[in-house]
């Protein structure tokens, strides 16, 4: 079964405080790693997608990086507006269909200004 | 990336009836699924929306509480049957425009049941 594990589960930051989220897994043949933001009221929003170990994406403050076991999230110098559920998201083959994801529990991010 | 919109946006309900909750793509997309979030939880996948035929459920979702249609390339419905307290939570919409694209999410319906 895959397992997708994040933390910490909530960070505090403040503004301009560099850190990082962990996305640990545990799958079966790897198609992707999927980062989404998700904002109080609203659906998950898309971010980035990694393939295979070694990628790394960059957007604006964020930037994702791929491990064989795990997945990484800086941010660099955050703002308030960067507060948030950072979600993980995983998609094998043994989650069943061809694009199904599998989520971890989320980091809930809070910048202070 | 596709625009999703889910209506009704919330919803309070009482025990025992039935609620339709419809999700519309501006575009054809290829996939669409189900997810429900209980509070202060991640996703849950409850099926894939199967065009013109039934959908694929998850364990521990059956059809006959959640009912979906996928009627076209564009829309969709769940429906949460005979509800009870526990079926409070937000149900999300999602879909897929093509081949290695991501997964793009409606903004959900909250749902209270009294």
């Known amino acids: 079964e895959d397992q997708v594990t994040q933390s910490p589960e909530a960070l505090r930051l403040q503004e301009g405080e560099s850190s990082s989220l962990n996305c640990s897994y545990t799958v079966s043949g790897l198609r992707g790693l999927f980062w989404y933001r998700q904002d109080p009221g609203k659906g998950p929003e898309f971010l980035f997608t990694l393939y295979s170990a070694g990628e790394e994406k960059e957007k604006e403050r964020l930037k994702a990086t791929l491990t064989k076991k795990e997945s990484f999230l800086h941010i660099t110098a955050p703002k308030p507006e960067d507060s948030a559920t950072y979600l993980c998201a995983v998609q094998a083959p043994s989650s069943g269909s061809a694009r199904q994801l599998t989520f971890g529990s989320g980091t809930q991010l809070t910048v202070l200004p | 990336s596709a625009v999703i919109s889910q209506k009704p946006s919330r919803d309070i309900c009482q025990r025992g009836t039935s609620l339709t909750i419809q999700c519309q793509v501006d575009?054809?997309?290829?996939?669409m699924f189900w997810y429900r979030q209980q509070p202060g939880q991640s996703l849950t996948l409850i099926a894939t929306a199967n065009q013109g035929s039934e959908a694929t459920y998850e364990s521990g979702f059956v059809i006959d509480k959640f009912p979906i249609s996928r009627p076209n390339l564009t829309f969709s419905t769940l429906t949460v049957s005979n509800m009870s307290p526990e079926d409070s939570s937000i149900y999300l919409c999602s879909a897929i425009r093509g081949a290695d694209q991501p997964q793009h999410f409606g903004d959900g319906t909250r749902l209270s049941i009294l």
């Open positions: 575009s054809q997309v290829t996939m």
